[in-house]
């Protein structure tokens, strides 16, 4: 038996895993399933590949870190992206939930990002077509790790990425004072502002992270495989999966419930067939609603 479907699911895992915490970090503070979120990632990797374009328009085409795909205008334009696609949640709250927020009503909310997830699926359709598009068509031989498990040098990559956003995430909620107060206000925001915390900074801080985040797992898709305007919305399910299993608020049970969700389907083409994979994330969504809502690392709320 290959064990394949293990090195597969991982990678797969860490993508979900970190777009995952930038969800849980929304409900957890802004208390609404945010359905932008997978948009986001769509727009952090066409973003990136246009700073890309624009690089290579103004300075000669770099050459490759070999043995990878990409190079240094990569790496830039990645940075960059990131705090594009936060500003562009910002933005979007700035103009959309921020009025709603008054109302009181989640479910409002709910529906607003709803909403505003097809306008902005449809404005990058509208602004770079339907057509796949990729940040390197570099042929990549894949690395025998042994037990029939290989993997691209970009995967590993990849990986090595994920890492280290997850450990920046950690120490960025548990050693600075921005993340202290943004445990606080999830935990109970009146509470947070008797005290003098400022919420409206952290809600700030809360989309600019988010953006940032889904902008990273754009990138990693958008490296490894392709880059399409429904390449978000196609990852929402098993971001929702992940971050309610991991446990609302929890970074590392986001990425936990990632890696589970990913190895879960990754099994699921090798044994029982590519077309039952999206099933996948639907079955552990329903199944840790009704044993565990709470999910692994998540508290009960009393």
């Given at each position: 038996m290959s064990l394949q479907f293990l090195a597969d699911g991982l990678f797969a895992g860490a993508l979900i895993g970190l777009g995952a915490v930038g969800l849980t970090l929304t409900y957890s503070?802004?208390?609404?399933?945010?359905?932008?979120?997978?948009?986001?990632i769509s727009w952090g990797a066409y973003l990136t590949l246009a700073i890309v374009g624009g690089i290579a328009g103004v300075i000669a085409p770099a050459g490759r870190f070999m043995p990878?795909?990409?190079?240094?205008?990569?790496?830039?334009?990645?940075?960059?992206?990131?705090?594009?696609t936060g500003l562009l949640a910002l933005l979007l709250d700035s103009a959309l939930f921020k009025p709603l927020r008054r109302t009181g009503h989640g479910i409002v909310m709910v529906i607003a990002s709803f909403g505003a997830s097809l306008a902005l699926r449809?404005?990058?359709?509208?602004?770079?077509?339907?057509?796949?598009?990729?940040?390197?068509r570099a042929i990549q031989i894949a690395v025998p790790l042994g037990l029939g498990i290989r993997v691209t040098p970009d995967q590993m990559a990849m990986m090595g990425l994920?890492?280290?956003v997850v450990i920046a995430m950690h120490l960025l909620l548990t050693r600075t004072?921005?993340?202290?107060?943004?445990?606080?206000?999830?935990e109970n925001p009146a509470l947070a502002r008797v005290v003098g915390i400022d919420v409206a900074a952290v809600i700030r801080a809360t989309w600019l992270i988010g953006g940032a985040l889904a902008c990273v797992s754009g990138i990693m898709?958008?490296?490894?495989?392709?880059?399409r305007p429904q390449m978000g919305f196609d990852l929402l399910l098993p971001l929702f999966a992940a971050a309610i299993l991991g446990g609302i608020?929890?970074?590392?049970?986001?990425?936990?419930?990632?890696?589970?969700?990913?190895?879960a389907e990754a099994a699921a083409v090798q044994w029982v067939g590519a077309e039952f994979r999206s099933a996948v994330a639907f079955v552990l969504l329903i199944a840790v609603l009704l044993i565990r809502p709470r999910g692994l690392f998540g508290v009960r709320e009393g």
């Open positions: 503070i802004l208390r609404f399933s945010n359905f932008t979120h997978g948009d986001f990878f795909s990409f190079g240094w205008p990569l790496i830039v334009a990645g940075l960059l992206a990131m705090a594009l449809a404005l990058l359709e509208f602004l770079f077509t339907s057509e796949p598009a990729y940040f390197s994920a890492l280290v004072h921005i993340g202290r107060s943004m445990r606080a206000v999830s898709l958008g490296i490894t495989v392709q880059i608020g929890s970074v590392w049970g986001a990425i936990l419930g990632g890696l589970i969700v990913g190895i």
